[in-house]
Structure formats: structure tokens, C-alpha cells
T-cell receptor, first 109, second 113 residues
Framework: AQRVTQPEKLLSVFKGAPVELKCNYSYSGSPELFWYVQYSRQRLQLLLRHISRESIKGFTADLNKGETSFHLKKPFAQEEDSAMYYCALSYSSASKIIFGSGTRLSIRP | GAGVSQSPRYKVAKRGQDVALRCDPISGHVSLFWYQQALGQGPEFLTYFQNEAQLDKSGLPSDRFFAERPEGSVSTLKIQRTQQEDSAVYLC???????????FGDGTRLSIL
């Protein structure tokens, strides 16, 4: 069965420190991987997708098929990064998304 | 428009009542999705429409849940004889067919007393 696992419910780091939010997935085919973010009082929005291979707000994520991981990284955390982050997978951009349970990132000043 | 619009934002109902949740997708988006998000969990897929056709309803938890999109635009998710376990945020998302990601609405927070 397809599954996305985010092992950390809460991650707290100091401003300026590196951030890594872990994500592992199980899927028998070639999924498309995403990171979605939800800032306080805002709607869920796409942060980045692996096929774009781009950096958004300083975040990057590399798909590691051998380890079935898609960890989200940022070298220097900022206070505005505090939010709920969801790792997710899909068969394609136009099909249902399977979400992990989310990691709340808290950046301490 | 401004994005995916959902109404009402909050709904409180007594156990056993029927409720209807509305979703207005982004204009021109042919794909529409419904998700259920329980407290402390990620969203879980309920059902998917392409235009007016419901192509996947595998995530609907019981036959009390029914969704429709009769004209291929606005969609309604109906829950009959609500139960306490139906309390959750119901999210709607839409996307175009051309390899574009899903855009989410603010959700409807449903509380069953």
C-alpha cells in the first residue's frame, strides 16, 4: 500500500540553524513527490515538487529512490518558516494525493 | 478568481443531522478533489471528479457520504446521519489536467455534537 511517513510530529530549531524534515514513502511505481506547507491561518499550499528540482524560499528536497526518502532541507532557518509541513505523493499531478501526518516546524528566535 | 472557495467555513451539527458542504473550484479547473483531515492528521483522500464524472470514490468512508458535481464546476459533499467521528476539516482542491498541482481551499471545519 502507498504510504508517506513523517517520523517527527514537532521539530524545533533556532533561527539560523539548518533544518531537515524527514519523509519516507512506500510506493510500488514511480511516484511524484511533494512538500506542502500550511502557515498559521492560511490554506494548504504547495511548497515544492521533486520534478521541478527548484528551491523555494530556500528549501530543497532531493528524491532518493534507493532509500525511498524525500527529506526537506534548508541551510539557515528563518522565523517565518514556522509552519506545518506535509510530505505527499501522487501518481501524477492530476490524481489523488497521499499525505503524511505532518511535521510542525517551530523556529526559535 | 481568488482561488478555491469553500462554504461554510464552520459547521456545527447534531449527531444524526444531514450536512452539505460546498466547493467552488478555480475557474476552468476540470479536476476536483475532496479530502478529510482529522485533528492532528494529514488530509486523506475522499473522492475525485473530472468535470462532472466522479472517477474515484474509493476514499468515501461509508455510504452516508455522497458527492456530486452536476455541471462540472461547483461540487457538494453531503454527509447523511452524521456521527461524531465525522468531525474533521473537509478540504476541497482543484487542478487543471495539464500537469499542474492541486490548489486547496480553506476547508470547512465540521463539528458533530
Amino acid at each position: 500500500a502507498q504510504r508517506v511517513t513523517q517520523p517527527e510530529k514537532l521539530l524545533s530549531v533556532f533561527k539560523g540553524a539548518p533544518v531537515e524534515l524527514k519523509c519516507n514513502y512506500s510506493y510500488s511505481g514511480s511516484p511524484e513527490l511533494f512538500w506542502y506547507v500550511q502557515y498559521s491561518r492560511q490554506r494548504l499550499q504547495l511548497l515544492l515538487r521533486h520534478i521541478s528540482r527548484e528551491s523555494i524560499k530556500g528549501f530543497t528536497a532531493d528524491l532518493n529512490k534507493g532509500e525511498t526518502s524525500f527529506h526537506l532541507k534548508k541551510p539557515f532557518a528563518q522565523e517565518e518558516d514556522s509552519a506545518m509541513y506535509y510530505c505527499a505523493l501522487s501518481y501524477s499531478s492530476a490524481s489523488k494525493i497521499i499525505f503524511g501526518s505532518g511535521t510542525r516546524l517551530s523556529i526559535r528566535p | 478568481g481568488a482561488g478555491v472557495s469553500q462554504s461554510p467555513r464552520y459547521k456545527v451539527a447534531k449527531r444524526g443531522q444531514d450536512v452539505a458542504l460546498r466547493c467552488d473550484p478555480i475557474s476552468g479547473h476540470v479536476s476536483l478533489f475532496w479530502y478529510q483531515q482529522a485533528l492532528g492528521q494529514g488530509p486523506e483522500f475522499l473522492t475525485y471528479f473530472q468535470n462532472e464524472a466522479q472517477l474515484d470514490k474509493s476514499g468515501l468512508p461509508s455510504d452516508r457520504f455522497f458527492a456530486e458535481r452536476p455541471e462540472g464546476s461547483v461540487s457538494t459533499l453531503k454527509i447523511q446521519r452524521t456521527q461524531q467521528e465525522d468531525s474533521a476539516v473537509y478540504l476541497c482542491a482543484s487542478s487543471s489536467l495539464t500537469d499542474q498541482p492541486q490548489h486547496f481551499g480553506d476547508g470547512t471545519r465540521l463539528s458533530i455534537l
